[in-house]
């Protein structure tokens, strides 16, 4: 069984910076690329960013050049740098190990919002 569990979501200004964290447990996972999806009311849940477990990266268009997804397999977490935030980046973000049919966790609020 693995539990993924996500902390660092929060209320911020446009314009601000948050990251968020992510610590899988349960099992070895440090074959498993690791990412975080995001889904803003009304709206399908979205891929952000991925990492695979040699720390290839894949970003959604609006993330790139904001976001930044990195993982510490010593630590088995995964982060994501979030700057330049802006309201249309509010929404619930959830951390997901091993893809769409991995494991996911609960998610975490971001609320961008002067």
């Known amino acids: 069984q693995v539990q993924v569990a996500e902390s660092g979501g929060g209320l911020v200004q446009p314009g601000g910076s948050l990251r968020l964290s992510c610590a899988p447990s349960?099992?070895?996972?440090?074959?498993?690329?690791m990412g975080w999806y995001r889904q803003a009311p009304g709206k399908q849940r979205e891929l952000v960013a991925s990492?695979?477990?040699?720390?290839?990266?894949n970003y959604a268009d609006f993330a790139k050049g904001r976001f930044t997804i990195s993982r510490d397999n010593a630590k088995k977490t995964v982060y994501l740098q979030m700057n330049s935030l802006n309201v249309e980046d509010t929404a619930v973000y959830f951390c997901?190990?091993?893809?769409?049919?991995?494991?996911w966790g609960q998610g975490t609020q971001v609320t961008v919002s002067s």
């Open positions: 349960g099992r070895t996972l440090s074959g498993y690329a």
């Open positions: 990492i695979t477990s040699a720390g290839s990266t």
């Open positions: 997901n190990v091993g893809g769409w049919a991995g494991y």
